[in-house]
């Protein structure tokens, strides 16, 4: 306890009597005390984060002028309540029903170790609720033994609010993708109702499934990236569905995480061989099928480069087209230009085969590596 | 016919399949289009190569095409931006540059161009952000610039 109450609330002057008494170094300790305990006040009632001294009874004896604030309540009324720290600010739930000490994480987390985490909401002395996320660590004795706890709060609130905020941004940013893709089918249906011949119309519907199910990938992580196994089999995933035999399509290799324009673009592109594979080439007859197999290799920039194959085998026998459509065009011409990549279709007799080299764009945002390394601290 | 034909036109777009679509566009009005879809090569292209105008998709993903912007404004060379975010969407400096909205469309597209190349001062870079530089061609003050209306064909 002792150690406890050197960080004292208020100054204490010295004792005359012992002022009287005292040699002139136990003068000068005394002097060095005062200044020491004038400097730890100034940095505690400066800091922003809230702190609380708890006793091992979860009493509060000392709090600076942030977690006054914070609370609503000064030093001198908490004290004046000698009750746990608990039932003055964290006594009720936010739905209304009493929180009893027993129940509380902050109390049962009586910290073994430095810097225990979490996330709380407290009760405000005019009533309201306030999120807060707190640290907490031991204060021990000469011995070890823990004598109480040091707990910093810091109100969340804005943090809450902005995650909520970008949580109701992305739902919105998912509706309104996949609505306006919607749209714009039935837009193209309406426009070219018995002007465009059937084929046409269902070539251009299924490219907008193609397009909307590659968005659909990059919903299930938040538009940050996606996964180019999920990529892949979402692309075949018709074919499969239709398929009885699903050994006609062999798919290996390691899982990747691709930045959204790759994802798209990549998805385009799959669903562009898929769809002649099934008209002209392997998949137009039983006994045909396709591989599609990757390998990730690494580059001098720290980059990945992914090089996929895509093999037919046991289709017709292959002509080269005459005529690059739009496939070929998205395949061999855009795609390396957009990364920096190669792309090569092979008409080859056997069964077409596509290779393609695409550097992987680095993921997420700026300034992401640090804040995931402060978080990880 | 048109005054665009025959003309050499640098694309800047990053996505693919749209830029598949303003190619076309561009092809259809008698351009020849060198596309670049990077930074890098969008610079490259801007220092070196030949060109009577440019459409530059202001954002590149990754990042912006100021800098294509930059060496354009230094070689005279006329250029417009595309951007779902019209005018108010760039930065102050650059918002003299005509502004294609997209998506792209060919009318606009060709009533922007064919204004652009029949205008005598290419677009300047603002020193002033606040204040416009004006074009004779906007502005429609100069007895030289031509005046167009945007409901006619050119």
Redesign the interface.
Same mark, same amino acid.
């Given at each position: 306890m002792e150690r406890i109450t050197a960080v004292p609330h208020s100054r204490q002057p010295l004792r005359s009597s012992a002022e009287a008494a005292a040699s002139l170094a136990t003068l000068r300790r005394g002097n060095q005390l005062f200044e020491t305990e004038r400097r730890l006040n100034a940095v505690l009632n400066n800091a922003s984060v809230s702190i609380f001294l708890m006793d091992d009874r979860q009493h509060c004896i000392y709090m600076n002028r942030a977690a006054e604030q914070l609370t609503g309540f000064t030093l001198t009324e908490v004290l004046e309540r000698d009750c746990p720290l608990h039932d003055i600010v964290h006594h009720t739930y936010p739905d209304g029903r009493p929180f009893p000490l027993s129940e509380c994480a902050i109390d049962r987390a009586f910290p073994q170790n430095n810097h225990e985490r979490g996330e709380e909401v407290f009760v405000h002395a005019d009533g309201h609720f306030y999120p807060v996320g707190f640290t907490a660590s031991p204060i021990r004795d000469d011995e070890a033994n823990i004598i109480g706890t040091i707990i910093e709060v810091r109100d969340i609130s804005e943090e809450k609010a902005a995650a909520e905020r970008q949580r109701l941004l992305l739902n919105e940013l998912n509706h309104r993708v996949k609505n306006t893709l919607a749209t714009v089918q039935s837009i193209a249906a309406q426009t070219f109702r018995g002007q465009t011949d059937a084929a046409a119309r269902s070539v251009f519907d299924a490219r907008m499934v193609a397009l909307s199910t590659a968005h659909n990938v990059l919903v299930a992580d938040n538009w940050e990236s996606a996964s180019l196994r999920s990529v892949t089999e979402r692309v075949l995933a018709p074919h499969l569905l239709a398929e009885i035999d699903p050994h006609r399509f062999r798919i290996a290799g390691p899982d990747a995480r691709l930045h959204p324009?790759v994802a798209v673009?990549l998805s =385009?592109a799959l669903h562009e061989l898929m769809t002649n594979a099934a008209k002209y080439g392997a998949l137009s007859v039983p006994e045909g099928h396709v591989s599609i197999t990757w390998t990730l290799a690494p580059l001098d920039d720290g980059r990945q480069r992914l090089d996929l194959t895509w093999e037919e085998n046991g289709g017709p026998e292959v002509t080269p087209p005459s005529r690059k459509g739009?496939g070929s065009?998205?395949i061999e011409r855009?795609?390396p =230009?957009?990364f920096?990549g190669t792309a090569e279709i092979d008409y080859r007799r056997a069964g077409l085969v596509c290779r393609l080299e695409i550097p992987l764009?680095a993921l997420g945002w700026m300034g992401q590596e640090l804040i995931a390394g402060q978080a990880s601290l | 016919m048109t005054m665009l034909n025959g003309r050499r036109v640098l694309l800047v777009e990053d996505e693919s399949l749209v830029a598949m679509l303003a190619e076309d566009m561009l092809t259809d009005l008698g351009c020849e289009v060198v596309i670049a879809m990077r930074l890098d090569k969008a610079l490259d292209l801007a220092r070196t190569g030949t060109f009577d105008a440019a459409v530059l998709d202001v954002n590149l993903g990754d990042a912006r095409s100021y800098p294509v912007a930059d060496v354009l404004f230094e070689r005279a060379l006329p250029f417009l931006f595309a951007t779902g975010y019209g005018v108010q969407g760039l930065e102050p400096v650059y918002q003299d540059v005509p502004v294609l909205q997209k998506p792209y469309q060919q009318r606009p597209m060709q009533h922007l161009l064919c204004r652009l190349l029949a205008c005598e001062t290419p677009p300047r870079k603002r020193t002033d952000p606040l204040r416009s530089l004006g074009c004779a061609c906007v502005a429609q003050t100069s007895p030289s610039a031509p005046t167009f209306r945007a409901d006619t064909p050119i």
């Open positions: 324009k673009t =385009m739009f065009r998205l855009q795609l =230009m957009e920096d764009i | -």
